[in-house]
């Protein structure tokens, strides 16, 4: 495994917002973690939610990944830390995906430090549901964004979150999975992402995924979303932020 990104390629995620790099996982690794998932785990595990990194090793080891936090660290400029953790495992034939959106409509940060990496965990493809960008979304203001309409292709959700400022002021918001508004499929890159290879975007870069129309093939991947040191994030269940061990 090469170490850090060049300047070409940090340029070029300053320029479309995101950079697909090869090679961040072992085998080894991804077999550990995939066989992880399936033994049962600890209600006090569990009941982490989004936070699964700060109490389960295997989810601490991704998150934490050296070749993973070297990159964020150098596209950062800065001391990431980590703010949530998802294992994304989209059956074949109709698991739904994450509607096209922008992470901080979900994740309002301050100062807006927001990116994330998501890493296949499985060979991942536009036919299996895998990840498709919208290159330079970053560039322009926070798209408007509606809850999905298309249940077959993406899940739809209404929560209450508990939110508090870095004034010390305290409110419940009401907030749905988002769509982004008007986007048309040319605007889109649907990537191809090999199994242990990854995608690094900014919390501005308009992403997601359809729906798994493979008939055998999983796909499966885990997004880790990160802030620069000194960064205040909004949402109470994420605003723990975890230094990368």
């Keep these: 495994m090469s170490n850090g990104l060049t300047s070409q390629q940090i340029a070029k ?3 479309e917002g995101y950079i697909q790099v090869s090679d961040l996982l072992t085998p080894e690794e991804i077999e550990n973690f ?18 699964k990194h700060t109490g389960d090793t295997q989810w601490s080891h991704l998150a934490s990944h050296p070749r993973i936090t070297g990159i964020v660290s150098q596209l950062l400029e800065g001391t990431p830390f980590i703010v949530q953790t998802m294992y994304l495992a989209k059956k074949p034939e109709g698991g739904t995906g994450i509607a096209l959106h922008q992470d901080a409509h979900y994740i309002r940060n301050e100062p807006n430090s927001l990116m994330a990496c ?6 991942t493809d536009k036919d299996n549901g895998g990840l498709c960008v919208a290159s330079g979304s970053h560039l322009e203001p926070l798209r408007k964004t509606e809850q999905p309409k298309d ?10 979150y508990p939110m508090k400022g870095p004034d010390g002021k305290e409110w419940v918001e009401t907030m749905h999975s988002h769509e982004i508004r008007d986007l048309t499929e040319d605007e889109l890159t649907f ?3 090999p199994k242990g290879s ?3 975007f900014t919390g501005r870069t ?16 885990f997004a880790t979303h990160y802030v620069k040191q000194g960064t205040w994030v909004y949402r109470c269940d994420i605003q723990d932020l975890a230094p990368v061990s």
Aim: charged residues 20%; hydrophobic residues 35%; proline residues 5%.
């Design 34 to 51: 995939l066989y992880h998932e399936t033994r049962p785990k600890p209600a006090e595990v569990q009941e982490l939610g989004l936070r």
């Design 206 to 221: 308009i992403h997601g995924s359809y729906a798994n129309h493979s008939s055998t093939r999983p796909r499966l991947a």
């Design 198 to 200: 990854g995608v690094f």
């Design 13 to 15: 995620y300053r320029d």
């Design 118 to 123: 998501w890493a296949a965990l499985s060979d």
């Design 191 to 193: 990537l191809t992402v």
């Design 151 to 160: 249940g077959g292709e993406h899940a739809s959700w209404v929560t209450d």
